[in-house]
């Protein structure tokens, strides 16, 4: 991958004692949707700033184009910008707003109107280009906000929680906007959120970052699929953990045991030794309820289970159920898969097979 942007062994710190980020090596590369993803505090916003140059790095150096950029002000980085809060100037109507950032860089009034016209076009705000913010919806705002970032056609373009505002629907017609947009203008975006399931819709790859490290970047679909440890596993999207005692080792499984000696085969995913404690995780999607033994595909593993909460949600079930005594194990289906006779303080068996159930770090982190 060649890449666009670096950062090379980044730490930062603001009282000189607590790194926000700790030795981040990151390379984005040129057309790419990056989402930097993680819960408050976790150093993604701290990275997005010193990318746009809102903040400065304590240590190592950031590349756009193999170039440092830690000499250049914000404004001289030829980097979009769309901030959460919007941050329209309240004085200047949405044309106005627009022919900004044009305005510092010292364009003619006649390609200042051409490239105004066109971004308002783009984002189908022609109606309200003599609006004034107050006057529009926070949908509106947001449009105007992102216009603004492209109106000089930055090449890279960085957003913060730019639709955390707005309301579900809103927020979902949006993100395929700025998807289409990126497709449209070959843009290289760096993307930040806390909501896992934006980060999936929209990005390339996801950097999912806790306590100041990047603890997985993959696809989407790798980081569902192929979480590296329990923090991502819990992080993204929805998941089973099982906590056991590893018994040993068959190729690439571990063999575990639980408390109430049920045993279970696990993928190699974090190193361990026998007898020290692992954690089994597994999607609720990938399990199925009481599949006869002669009906279960080869490599498939079968556990004594209880149900302890039934949650009807129109087209699937969630049940909750309790497993070698440990709690709020569950099980997802679709409508269609449920029997009646599962209930409450029904005893089921739980099967899957054994590639689904990986086995992570005995510690889950939120």
């Known amino acids: 991958m060649k890449s666009y942007v670096s950062f090379k062994n980044i730490q930062k710190t603001y009282d000189g004692d607590k790194l926000v980020v700790k030795n981040l090596n990151l390379d984005i590369a040129e057309g790419e949707f990056l989402t930097l993803l993680g819960p408050s505090g976790s150093g993604k916003t701290t990275s997005l700033m010193m990318l746009a140059g809102f903040e400065t790095p304590t240590q190592g150096e950031i590349l756009l184009h193999g170039q440092p950029l830690h000499h250049l002000p914000p404004h001289q980085r030829d980097i979009g910008m769309v ?150 596993a819990q992080f993204i999207g929805e998941n089973n953990s099982l906590l056991a005692t590893q018994a040993g080792s068959d190729g690439d499984y571990y063999l575990a045991t639980l408390d109430n000696g049920e045993r279970l085969r696990a993928l190699k995913v974090r190193p361990s030794s026998p007898g020290r404690k692992i954690m089994l995780c597994i999607r609720p999607e990938r399990i199925k309820i009481n599949v006869p033994p002669t009906e279960l595909p080869p490599d498939s593993q079968r556990i004594s289970a209880r149900i302890t909460q039934y949650i009807y949600l129109g087209d699937h079930v969630r049940m909750i159920t309790e497993v070698a005594g440990q709690p709020n194990f569950m099980v997802k289906l679709s409508a269609a898969e449920v029997d009646a006779q599962w209930v409450v303080g029904s005893e089921v068996w739980l099967s899957w097979h054994e590639r689904h159930m990986r086995a992570l770090d005995g510690i889950i982190t939120h």
């Open 83 to 232: 901030f959460q809060n919007y941050a329209l100037f309240p004085h200047m109507t949405v044309a106005q707003n627009l022919a900004f950032p044009l305005s510092i860089r010292r364009m003619n009034r006649s390609d200042i109107k051409e490239k105004v016209d066109r971004v308002l076009d783009r984002v189908k705000l022609t109606e309200l280009a003599d609006r004034y913010p107050a006057q529009m919806s926070g949908g509106q705002q947001q449009r105007v906000a992102l216009a603004r970032a492209l109106v000089f056609e930055p090449k890279l373009v960085l957003m913060d929680e730019p639709l955390g505002a707005l309301d579900k629907q809103l927020r979902e017609h949006m993100q395929m906007e700025i998807k289409a947009l990126h497709q449209a203008l070959e843009l290289t975006i760096v993307y930040v959120t806390h909501d896992q399931s934006e980060a999936m819709t929209m990005s390339d790859r996801v950097a999912v970052f806790n306590d100041g490290i990047i603890q997985q970047i993959n696809s989407p679909s790798t980081l569902y699929e192929e979480p590296q440890n329990t923090f991502v």
